[in-house]
């Protein structure tokens, strides 16, 4: 290994959602001007990685990739089994309701208070936050030991999955309640929104996300409905272009009330297993100082998520499945060898550069050698405002690679290829995608000013595939074109790894094929010039 005088400062650039992929219909990274993107993938040394299913430690290569799994991998420096795979081989393995586990305490505590068990989480099949067919084995599990009243709280997709997709998974769920029904056991829904508008809050971006869904399952307050489908049906009549994410949310009433309120003694599990968007909620169910809103909280809840989904706060206090035990990361590495580090994103995606990207662990390594720079987003939504905060990201980079004191090693994530192709708006991804372009072009000019290496990639494709191509469906859009439905979600496609030396020392290396995001660790430690670590997968670099 090299003194520090001699390491080889390095930025990695995150391009959030940026896929590549042939097909140039509906893929805002081929449509939009990207002049800078292109020069790198042409001229310096360019390959793909795979980036989402068992490639991330999904179950199936089926599933998608996601930014949590990604950074993960990128910051690990290794690939381990993810909330998703963990939760599968608990429930088939029925680890997950051994004697003594939080299932068999909630079980415990709805039986020795009469009370009811609450379901609330993401129904769909997306597997990122939540796999519907988790819900109904733990629903058979509570009928099968004997629990009598059982309530659901649903939150829409449209998200990672369909942006219109929620008729089918209704239909699923209103058949598990007809055979739970069969055995004598009192089975409803009794609240849903869509996972944009309600509970679902990430960083604390929106606190009054998680009151609205506060409201509507606890207290039962929200416009009443009939049936989890008649709602959904009148939502989609008042506002035709409302897509699943966006549902306003509504109450389950029978006889001109709520059926399903979280009162005194009952126990509720939430059964999302990723944990950026359950630690909120999650906090509001457990911690007696919440200063965030008033929640009139009924006494004696018991609370227990799928997964802890913040280790370092133990949030929550009690969970069914463990989270992937992550040791060593790239981060800790360098922590180790006191080189300094510096990570920075906006509201959106800055947990990702710290608490996946760390490992699932929040805060330093050590604090001495480690900046963290969170931009706040803002509120608006991301197709009115494109762009983000990609240039405030861009300018405090740029004043960190002109500090010779600066980092040794830095990461950012631009979200806006991820967060704008998930609103399903074709031209607005397509200037998400221009706009972080211009930006990278910002950083190659300060790169080659200061003498810092690039190394540039992304996390998961999505903004790649803004239509549903299969889909035999059309819709006309504002100018009279006809095209299929919006994608929405994530895309199984590779992502970019680029590296750019501002001298043009490496311009001759050769880049491994058929790579994944966990290489790109000892890839980064090799081109600083430090000795790569033998628990990371292998340098990307021949």
Request: hydrophobic fraction near 35%; aromatic fraction near 10%; charge should be negative.
């Amino acid at each position: 290994m090299q003194g520090k005088d001699q390491l080889k400062r390095t930025l990695l650039v995150i391009l959030d959602g940026l896929g590549i992929q042939e097909n140039s219909y509906g893929n805002a990274v081929h449509t939009a001007y990207t002049p800078n993107l292109d020069w790198l993938m042409r001229s310096q040394p360019y390959t793909q990685l795979k980036a989402h299913g068992t490639f991330v430690g999904l179950p199936s290569n089926n599933d998608i990739g996601n930014s949590e799994v990604g950074h993960n991998a990128l910051g690990a420096g290794r690939i381990v089994d993810q909330g998703a795979k963990l939760v599968s081989h608990a429930l088939a393995s029925k680890r997950i309701f051994t004697a003594g586990s939080a299932w068999e305490q909630a079980m415990q505590h709805v039986s020795k208070f009469s009370s009811t068990l609450h379901f609330l989480g993401l129904l769909s099949d997306g597997n990122v936050h939540s796999h519907q067919d988790h819900l109904f084995q733990m629903i058979h599990q509570a009928v099968q030991q004997g629990i009598r009243k059982i309530r659901l709280h649903i939150l829409f997709d449209g998200r990672d999955v369909e942006e219109r997709s929620a008729k089918k998974y209704i239909d699923r769920l209103e058949q598990e309640i007809q055979q739970a029904r069969i055995t004598g056991v009192d089975i409803a829904v009794a609240s849903a929104g869509g996972r944009m508008v309600i509970t679902m809050d990430r960083y604390e971006a929106d606190w009054s996300m998680v009151q609205r869904g506060w409201d509507t399952h606890v207290h039962g307050k929200g416009p009443g409905f009939c049936s989890l489908s008649e709602g959904l049906l009148h939502h989609e009549q008042q506002d035709p272009e409302c897509t699943d994410q966006y549902i306003p949310p509504y109450v389950i009433h029978k006889n001109g009330a709520p059926v399903g309120k979280i009162i005194q003694n009952d126990a509720v599990i939430f059964f999302n297993f990723r944990g950026d968007r359950a630690i909120q909620i999650s906090q509001a169910f457990e911690e007696d100082h919440f200063p965030h809103f008033e929640r009139h909280r009924p006494k004696n809840i018991f609370y227990a998520g799928m997964m802890e989904y913040d280790g370092d706060r133990h949030i929550p206090k009690r969970y069914l499945v463990s989270p992937p035990n992550i040791q060593f990361p790239l981060a800790a590495y360098l922590a180790e060898r006191r080189i300094s580090q510096f990570a920075c994103s906006e509201t959106q995606k800055y947990g990702h550069v710290t608490y996946f990207w760390n490992g699932n662990k929040s805060g330093y390594f050590d604090e001495a050698y480690e900046k963290y720079l969170e931009i706040p987003s803002d509120l608006e939504s991301f197709d009115k405002a494109p762009w983000m905060k990609a240039k405030e990201i861009t300018d405090a980079t740029i004043a960190e690679m002109a500090d010779p004191k600066g980092f040794m090693f830095g990461r950012i994530n631009f979200a806006n290829p991820d967060m704008v192709g998930h609103t399903g708006d074709f031209a607005a991804a397509v200037n998400a995608v221009g706009c972080v372009d211009q930006m990278l072009g910002r950083l190659l000019q300060a790169a080659r000013k200061y003498n810092v290496q690039l190394v540039i990639t992304a996390d998961h494709g999505n903004c790649d595939e803004m239509y549903e191509r299969k889909s035999s469906h059309r819709i006309t859009n504002l100018h009279g074109i006809e095209t299929p439905p919006p994608k929405t979600s994530h895309t199984k496609a590779p992502v970019p790894l680029v590296i750019y030396d501002p001298q043009g020392t490496l311009n001759k290396i050769s880049l491994a094929q058929n790579g994944n995001l966990g290489n790109v660790a000892n890839t980064v430690l090799q081109l600083m010039g430090l000795s790569t670590y033998p628990d990371y997968q292998e340098s990307l670099i021949r």
